[in-house]
C-alpha cells in the first residue's frame, strides 16, 4: 500500500486506549508509514527513536480569564497546523469525546479534505453517552468521521443503543506485539518479592476505579488463599486504592498482598504470575486480559462488555456473572489446582492471541480503513 502521513491523536497517559494508540502509530511506522502523534505530553510507550515518527505537543493557553483552560481549541488548532506543515494524508483519533469533534474542527480550519478515522474504546460510548449534554456532540463526532471503528462487537451494539448514529462502526479488536509480551524466565522477580515456590500468584491491573471492582478481586482472593498458599500483586493506582487497603487489612490479608503501583514492564509482571482477574463492572475490551493471555497467564472475568470477546469461557479462561465472587473463587481454585487444565487454558491463551489479536493482522485491517477512506475521495 501507498506510504501514508498519519496524525494520531489519543490521550498520551497510562491507560488502555494510548496504549493501543501509540502501539498501533510504532507498527505503523515499521511498516513505512509517517506519523505525526499530536498530544498533550509524549505518549508513554513511545519510549525509542524512530525516524518516521514525530510528536507535536499542544500548548494551552493558561490566561487567567478563562475559568476553564481551552484545550479543544488548542488541539483543533494544532492538529490544523500540522496537517497543512506536514501534508497529512488523514488523522487517526482515539475517543470520540473530544478527540474527533477537534479533528473535525481541525478539518474546516485547515482547509483540507483531510479524512478522519475515529476509534471508540468504551468510556466515551458507556459512561459519556449516558450524559444527554454530550451525547448529542458524540453522535456528531461519530458522523463526521469518514470512518470509525470501535475495539469489539459489543461497544459497536452498545455505541447503537445508546447513542444511535447514522453511521456504519466496525469492530476492529484490539493487539499484542507478541514479541514484547511473551512469557520469559522469571525466578529471580519472584525471589525478590519474596513469593515462596509452592505459592500462586495472582494478578490484577488496573486504574482502580470503581468500574473495576477491584474489592471483588481482593474478596476472592482471601477465599483462594484459603485453600491453597498464594499471593496477590496489585497493580495500578487510583481513586478505590484506599478502600482497597482497608479491605486487604479487614480480611487478615495484609502479609499476602504486594502494592505494586504503576508499572510499564507488565511482561515480566505477568511472567511470574499463574492468574489474573478482571472483574469489572464496564470494560469495552479489556486489553490487560489480553497482555496477560499473551504471556501465558489464563484470566477469569466478569461477563460484561468486551470481556467474554477476548476471553473464551472455558477455553482460555473463565466468565463469570458479575460479582459472584463465589463462582471467581471456584473457577479459580479449580484452574490453580488442576495442572492438566491450566496448562491447556494457558496454552489456549497464547494461541488466541496470535490467532485473533497479533498486531500484524489488526495493524492490516486499519491499513485497510485507511485505504478506503481515501479512495472515497
Ligand atoms: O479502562 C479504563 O478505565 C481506561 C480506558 C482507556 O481510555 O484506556 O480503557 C478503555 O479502553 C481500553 C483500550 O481500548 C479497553 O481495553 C478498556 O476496556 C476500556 N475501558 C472501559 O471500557 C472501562
Redesign the pocket.
Known sequence: MKKLKIGITC?PT???????ATELGKLLAEKGHEIHFITSSLPFRLNKMYHNIYYHQVEVNQYSVFQYSPYDIALASKIAEVAVRENLDLLHV??AIPHAVCAILAREMSGKDLKIVT?L???DI??LGYDPSLSDAIRFGIERSDAVTA??NS?VGQTYDLINPKKNIQCVY?FIDDRIYRRSCSSKLRQEYGILPEEKVIIHV??F?A??RVTDVVKTFANISKSMPAKLLLVGDGPEMKVVCDLVNKLGLRDKVLYLGKQDNLEELYSISNLKLLL?E???????A?EAMACGVPCIGTNV???PEVIEDGVTGFVCNLGDIEEFSAKAIRLLSDPDLYHQLSEHSVLAVKEKFAAQKIVEEYEAIYEQVLEQG
Open positions: 490521550y497510562v491507560g488502555g486506549s494510548g496504549v493501543v482515539h475517543y476509534t474504546h468504551g468510556t458507556t459512561v475495539v469489539s461497544l484490539n488496573s486504574n476505579r468500574v473495576k469489572s464496564k470494560e469495552s475490551f479489556g486489553l490487560v489480553l462488555g468486551g470481556i
